[in-house]
Structure formats: C-alpha cells, structure tokens
C-alpha cells in the first residue's frame, strides 16, 4: 500500500510530505512514514536540513480522531515527535490551514516554524475531553511561557500564527500563497539555515522561564475552569499536565501527560465529546440517495427577506447579513421596523464592544439590512424566512401573500417553532420549496438550525438550506414535521415533568439548581423566566393535541395569569430585583402551587430529591426521543443529540440524551422509567417501544 507520507531531495534539503486526504490527520500510516522518512533523511549524509510540509487545504490537523477506543496501533505519536526533538539535523515546518492538536505537536517538536497568514494554531484536545497527548503540554509552555499555554490549551480555541510570532511559536510569517510557493519558501529559509549554519533547537531543552506566571497561577486557574467548566476533567487535567512542565524534567512530564492523555481518552467524557464531534459533521449530511448528486445541486442564496423584525426576524437577519448576504426585512409599519433596525444596531454594538467585530464590519452588516413595509420590495429575493406570530392564521395569510408576489423558484421557510409546516404551505401554490428553518432565540448567537422538511418539500430546496446554514455559520439538523418538531416536542417532556414536581411539592430553585449541577447549562425554570412564560403558553394553546391532564403545565399556566411572564414583568417563577435584575426566591409562587395542588388533589411532598427531579427530566427526555426516532421525525439518534447540544444547553460531556442513555444503560434507563409508571401512572410514562427493542438485540441508540 502506498504510504501517505514520501521523502523527496531539493539539493541538501529533505521533504517529508504528508498527503492524507481531508485534514492529514495522524493516521498510523501517517506516524509511521513520518519516522520511517526522518531516519531517511536523517541518515543521507548529503542531506543537511529537513522540512515537513502537507498536501491540500491544510497541515495537520490532529491526530486521527476515529483510531480512539479502537485498540492503539504503533508507533505512538510522542515517538514521532521524540525523533523530530532529537533529530540532528534541523527539522522545519512548513504551516499552512488548520495546525492542530496532534499536528500543533508536531510543529512544536520542529526546531522551526513558519507559517502563510491567517494559519490556524491549536490544542483543542480539551474539546474533546481530552489533554493533548503527545506533549502539548510540556512543549508549548517550553515556547511561549505557562500564561499561553494555559489559555490555549484549556481554551481549546486555536490562534492566528499572526498572533504567535511574539511569543516564539512563529519564526517567520509567510504571504498567502498556494502550498507550492509555501513550500518554495521554506526550502530556501532551510538553505539559508544551513549557510548560516544554525543548527538544531531541541524544543525538550529549553526552559520554562519561572519568572514567566506568578506563583499562585494553577491555583487560580483552577478555580476559574472548575466553574467555566463545570462537571469537566479534562480541563483540571490539562493544568496539571502543564504544571507538571514547570516542575519536573521533560521526560518525566511527557511520561505523566501521556498516562492522562490515556485516562481521559478511556474516560466515558471524552467518548461523549468524540461522539458530538462526528454526530455534528453527520448531522449536516443527508441521509438521501440524492444528497450527493451533482445534478441536483444547492442553489445560490444571494438574497433574503425576513417578515418580522421582532427579536427573533432581527437575529435571522444579523446572521443573513454576517455572512454577506443582503437582507430585506420587512413589517406591517414603518414604527416596527425603525425599532427593528434600531435594535439590532444595538445588538452589533454589543459584539463591537466585546471586541466580536470591527466598526468596518458592523457598518458593511448594517448596509446589508434594507427595511421595507411593501411586499412587492421581495419580488427578487432567493429565499424568504418568516418570523411572524406564532399562530396558523396569520402564518398562512403571509406565505399566501408571498406565493403572489415572490418570482417561481424563491424558497419559503417558516421560522414557527411548533406549527405545521404542512398546513402553512397549503397556503401557497408551490409547497415543494416550502419547509422550516427553525433558529433558537438568541437566533445571532445560537449555533442550532433545525430544518423542517414538509411532506412536499423537494429534495433541492432541502439541500439548499442545509448548506445555507453551513454558509451562516449554523449546526443545521434536517428534521420532519411533528408537533414542536425535535428539540421543542422534547423539551414539552422535561418541562412537563419540572412543572409536575412544582405542584408536587418541589421549589423552581430546588429543580433549577438540581438540573444545573447536574450539567445542564441553566435550570428550566430560569430558562423559562428569561424567555418569557407567555411564549409557550401561547403555543400550548395552537396545540391540537395537549393531554387531557388538568396538571399539565398548569404551573406556568398559573404564572401567565397572574401577570407573570418572567423577567420582561420584573416576575415569573422567580422574581427580579429592579436594579439589578438578580433572581430572587419568592415564597408567593410556593403558596399558587400549594393551592393548586390542593384543588388538584396532588399530594405534595417533602421528600423530593435532587435526584428524582433529575431523573424524571432527563429520563422524560430520552423515552420521547426515543419515541421521536421511531416516528421517522429525527433521522438519526446523533442528530438529536446534536439538537440537544447545541440548542438546548445539554452538557458536552455527556454527549447528548440519546449518548447519555446508552451511557446509563438502556435496561436501567427503562427500569427506571418503568418505576415512575407504577408511582405516576402510564399517561406520561411508558417506555418507549424503540428502547424495548434494542434492549431485546443487545442493541444501543447510537
Ligand atoms: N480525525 C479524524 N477525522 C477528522 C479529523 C481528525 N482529527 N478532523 C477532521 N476529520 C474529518 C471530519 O470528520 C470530516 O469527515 P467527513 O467528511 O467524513 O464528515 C472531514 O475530516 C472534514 O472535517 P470538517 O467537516 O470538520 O472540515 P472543516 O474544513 O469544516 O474543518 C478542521 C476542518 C478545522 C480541521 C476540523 O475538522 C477540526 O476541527 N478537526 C478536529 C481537530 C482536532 O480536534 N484535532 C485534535 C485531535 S486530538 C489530538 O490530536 C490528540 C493529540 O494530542 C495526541
């Protein structure tokens, strides 16, 4: 078998070339030619230099994410990069696209790095629940000092090699140019090496500078990560590993790193946060016969319209325009569009202020968003999205007025969040390009995009909007029509069962805080308190299909009629100090519940723990997704994971629901749900059938 990496003369300089199609991951192949070529190299006398350099779009870019929990294949990576270290003759990397994890080691081993501006530089191991394990760790502060390394590496986020020339991660930038100009480039800078004679650096000997951090550094960043970074290893361990660098000798650090890097990768964390990486790039695919054909290909996208210039068709615009794409936004009345546009000034400046984007580029975002109050202005747009009122009527009055007036092959999504996406596009004549886009409130800022596939959506128009997302920077999940589609009709589930417990006896702080330590990003009640009470209630009452339970949701039910909507009326499950808009415990709401109960005739309890009010959500979550994956509306149980991930503050590092239950166990998932059904009743709690059948096969969700 061809080996991916070959050796090649240019007068006295080696050329190591790794070509490993797409991102030239560390595959064993990889290590292998790269250690086979360096003795090469290493050995031909006529040979002075060596310099590493990759094929395609980028260097490497870690090492081969699909080899972990497989068993391990040698030579292991740290051996690579101890005879990169230990060469004698001086190795220099040749930088181009995406410099990580693995492949940011083996820089780091080099004894030179250059890179063409606009390089990407990174650890983002801790992204995956890991620490870099190929000496990451011990190397960079060894370059750049113990600060940088911690904020790259628990960071995860890479940096521009723009931004590492100061430091001594960088020795020379290069202009963007093709890959063959870079490596031209470097060959010469390697010639030059040798006429001037400048020899090896052996990154394992230089010092880590103790002058370099104050003394109390771990410390600090320890309890920083603990918090930003609730519930995580690999973060804590990622400190360690570099402290070990300022205290021990090299290979004594690389030794402890390494049994880390092994701990963590065999840890059930990192398993979760592999399986959101591959669940997220899959999710993106099309699991239909045409998704890959040519002939069908996504149609260009230049320009939009949003109705709406609410916070939501305000948000969809910003993204729209983020990426370059004009925008018409439009309202019923030139008052509502001046406080669209205003507002969403005023969300750019926010961005400009947190140092997200420049003036430039708040101005050319600005100049993108045209506003108008006439339907006739959208004559020429690609695609249409809707961020209207949440109700069929006027849903469907809108998308009929646009099948008037839009040209033939413009594309109409609804941004509803429940409705029937069906019944909306009865409304118009072309229901094959019509589907939903449905984006999460805060839509700039969140990264989930759920597309709502219709019965008549074509396979075009689907395939456009899936690629749209990627181009607006969304995590975009195809999903079918139902009720609330995946991540709402779910999260009915686990807000029923937070509403239930509420008239059971349990306080919105104890099931707040009990689902916060138990990972998710905030309780639900907070959640609900900030997006505002009345929103969902609006939607129950659009439901067809709400049970026949007087207790359902009636605790939200209860805050809507009593005026409180959340913290947009300064109360909702909580309540909110004026001033400083701090959420407060309010003894008024246990008494409503209390009544309610009473009338009810729910007995309320004090014995609730946390851990029953985790279960019972979390649980509730998963018997409906299973639900959901056998009804055909997910398409893959990965993809409601990555919903969950990415729209609904559900920890990384556990993966997802469907993750998470397989993680548990299917069998005490449904042995757990089956004891609820004894205490509860079956209404809400029979195992889903899906859950039964794998269990029967031996088999898992994912
Ligand atoms: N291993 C295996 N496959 C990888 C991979 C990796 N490190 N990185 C990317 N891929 C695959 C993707 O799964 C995808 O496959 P698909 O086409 O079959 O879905 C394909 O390569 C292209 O990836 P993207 O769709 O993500 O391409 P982009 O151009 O959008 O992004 C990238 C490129 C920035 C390199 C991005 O893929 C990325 O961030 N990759 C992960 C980088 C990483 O985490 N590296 C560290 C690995 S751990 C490590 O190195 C441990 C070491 O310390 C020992």
Same mark, same amino acid.
């Given at each position: 078998m061809n080996s991916p990496v070959s050796l090649a003369k240019q007068g006295d300089v080696a050329v190591i070339s790794v070509d490993n199609p797409p991102v030239n991951a560390l595959s064993q192949a990889v290590r292998a030619g790269l250690i086979s070529c360096l003795l090469s190299a290493e050995q031909d006398d006529a040979i002075k230099a060596i310099v590493i350099h990759c094929h395609g779009r980028t260097f490497i870019a870690g090492a081969d994410i699909s080899e972990f929990g497989k068993p391990p294949l040698t030579p292991h990576l740290p051996e690579v990069l101890a005879k990169i270290d230990a060469c004698a003759k001086p190795v220099v990397a040749a930088l181009h696209g995406n410099v990580l994890g693995g492949g940011f080691e083996v820089a780091l081993s080099c004894h030179y790095r250059l890179a063409v501006k606009g390089t990407k530089l990174g650890l983002p191991e801790v992204t995956l629940g890991l620490i870099p394990g190929a000496g990451g760790t011990q190397l960079l502060p060894r370059i750049a000092g113990v600060e940088r390394a911690l904020t790259m590496i628990t960071s995860g986020k890479p940096a521009l090699a723009e931004s590492l020339v100061d430091c001594g991660v960088i020795d020379q930038l290069l202009e963007k140019s093709s890959t063959d100009d870079l490596l031209t480039q470097v060959i010469s800078y390697a010639q030059e090496?040798?006429?001037?004679?400048?020899?090896?650096?052996?990154?394992?000997?230089?010092?880590?500078?103790?002058?370099?951090?104050?003394?109390?550094?771990?410390?600090?960043?320890?309890?920083?990560?603990?918090?930003?970074?609730?519930g995580q290893q690999a973060p804590q361990c990622c400190i360690d590993s570099i402290e070990n660098a300022t205290l021990l000798p090299f290979k004594e650090g690389m030794l402890k790193e390494r049994a880390m890097f092994v701990t963590c990768r065999d840890s059930s964390q990192s398993r979760a946060m592999r399986h959101a990486f591959f669940a997220e790039r899959k999710a993106a695919k099309l699991p239909t016969p045409s998704a890959d054909n040519p002939d069908l290909?996504?149609?260009?996208?230049?320009?939009?319209?949003?109705?709406?210039?609410?916070?939501?068709?305000?948000?969809?615009?910003?993204?729209?325009?983020?990426?370059?794409?004009?925008?018409?936004?439009?309202?019923?009345?030139?008052?509502?569009?001046?406080?669209?546009?205003?507002?969403? =000034?005023?969300?750019?400046?926010?961005?400009?202020?947190?140092?997200?984007?420049?003036?430039?580029?708040?101005?050319?975002?600005?100049?993108?968003?045209?506003?108008?109050?006439?339907?006739?202005?959208?004559?020429?747009?690609?695609?249409?999205?809707?961020?209207?009122?949440?109700?069929?009527?006027?849903?469907?009055q809108i998308f009929s007025k646009l099948d008037e007036v839009c040209k033939a092959d413009v594309i109409l999504a609804s941004n509803t969040s429940y409705l029937d996406i069906n019944e909306i596009a009865k409304a118009t004549n072309r229901a094959n390009k019509v589907l939903g886009m449905h984006f999460f409130s805060p839509a700039n800022i969140m990264k989930l995009l759920e597309v709502v596939r219709a019965d008549a959506t074509d396979e075009q128009t689907i395939k456009t909007v899936m690629a749209l997302g990627k181009k607006i920077g969304k995590i975009t999940v195809a999903v079918n029509v139902?009720?609330?589609?995946?991540?709402?009709?779910?999260?009915?589930?686990?807000?029923?069962?937070?509403?239930?417990?509420?008239?059971?006896?349990?306080?919105?702080?104890?099931?707040?805080?009990?689902?916060?330590?138990?990972?998710?990003?905030?309780?639900?009640?907070?959640?609900?308190?900030?997006?505002?009470?009345?929103?969902?209630?609006?939607?129950?009452?659009?439901?067809?299909?709400?049970?026949?339970?007087?207790?359902?949701?009636?605790?939200?039910?209860?805050?809507?009629?009593?005026?409180?909507?959340?913290?947009?009326?300064?109360?909702?499950?909580?309540?909110?100090?004026?001033?400083?808009?701090?959420?407060?415990?309010?003894?008024?709401?246990?008494?409503?519940?209390?009544?309610?109960?009473?009338?009810?005739?729910?007995?309320? =309890?004090?014995?609730?723990?946390?851990?029953?009010?985790?279960?019972?959500?979390?649980?509730?979550?998963?018997?409906?997704?299973?639900?959901?994956?056998?009804?055909?509306?997910a398409t893959r149980a990965s993809d409601i994971d990555v919903i969950w991930l990415n729209g609904y503050g559900f920890p990384r590092h556990l993966g997802g629901p469907m993750c998470y239950a397989d993680e548990v166990g299917l069998d005490k998932v449904v042995a757990t749900i089956k004891e609820y059904q004894q205490q509860l009743g079956d209404q809400y709690w029979q195992p889903a059938p899906l859950l039964l059948e794998l269990i029967s096969q031996n088999k898992k969700l994912i």
């Open positions: 090496l040798i006429k001037q004679n400048k020899g090896v650096r052996p990154t394992s000997q230089l010092d880590v500078g103790k002058t370099s951090y104050a003394l109390d550094t771990f410390v600090k960043w320890r309890t920083k990560l603990s918090k930003k970074a609730r290909p996504a149609l260009n996208i230049d320009a939009v319209a949003i109705i709406g210039a609410g916070t939501m068709g305000g948000g969809i615009a910003m993204c729209f325009a983020k990426a370059g794409i004009s925008v018409k936004l439009l309202e019923m009345s030139e008052e509502n569009l001046a406080r669209g546009i205003k507002a969403i =000034r005023e969300r750019y400046n926010q961005a400009l202020k947190r140092g997200l984007m420049t003036e430039t580029q708040l101005e050319n975002c600005m100049a993108l968003i045209q506003g108008t109050c006439d339907y006739q202005d959208l004559t020429d747009v690609d695609l249409v999205v809707e961020a209207a009122f949440e109700t069929m009527a006027v849903k469907q139902c009720y609330g589609f995946v991540g709402n009709r779910m999260y009915a589930c686990y807000g029923r069962e937070a509403n239930l417990l509420l008239l059971e006896g349990a306080s919105p702080e104890q099931i707040d805080n009990a689902m916060h330590k138990w990972g998710m990003a905030m309780g639900p009640l907070a959640v609900n308190d900030m997006s505002g009470i009345d929103i969902a209630y609006k939607a129950r009452q659009e439901n067809p299909n709400l049970p026949d339970d007087p207790a359902y949701f009636q605790a939200a039910n209860l805050m809507v009629e009593a005026g409180r909507l959340g913290q947009k009326t300064g109360a909702g499950f909580y309540q909110y100090d004026k001033e400083t808009g701090r959420r407060i415990a309010d003894e008024k709401v246990l008494a409503i519940f209390h009544e309610q109960a009473n009338s009810l005739n729910i007995r309320q =309890r004090d014995d609730i723990t946390d851990e029953e009010i985790q279960n019972r959500l979390i649980f509730a979550l998963i018997n409906e997704g299973a639900n959901i994956l056998s009804e055909g509306i």
